[in-house]
């Protein structure tokens, strides 16, 4: 079993920059990817970036391919999540995904992010 806890969220304004990390523990080698998802107030969980937790190949949703990167620290357990010129649209949940193969099915339990403008 892998458990996830985010941690980093807040509110901001506008145009800054902030880091969300995901602290992995438990059974992480089991781990293949580690990724991010947002849920924004009334709308479903979207895909936001992820990236191979013993690799470095990432994969990006459509909305943040310019503005957010991950990265991990396997020494530590660790994932994290940079998201730059936040916009108000970025206001979310953001959650911490592990895939062990077949799918994403941990989950943490999510940060809020609120950007204000």
């Known amino acids: 079993q892998v458990v996830l806890e985010e941690s980093g969220g807040g509110l901001v304004q506008t145009g800054v920059s902030l880091t969300l990390a995901c602290a992995a523990s438990g059974r992480t080698i089991s781990i293949y990817d580690i990724g991010w998802f947002r849920q924004a107030p009334g709308k479903g969980r979207e895909f936001v970036v992820s990236?191979?937790?013993?690799?470095?190949?990432?994969s990006f949703g459509d909305s943040v391919k310019d503005r957010f990167t991950i990265s991990r620290d396997k020494t530590k357990n660790m994932g994290y999540l940079t998201m730059n010129n936040l916009k108000p649209e970025d206001t979310a949940v953001y959650y911490c995904?592990?895939?062990?193969?077949?799918?994403?099915?941990?989950w943490g339990q999510g940060t809020q992010v609120t950007v204000s403008s």
């Open positions: 995904a592990a895939d062990r193969g077949g799918g994403w099915d941990t």
């Open positions: 990236i191979r937790w013993s690799g470095s190949r990432t």
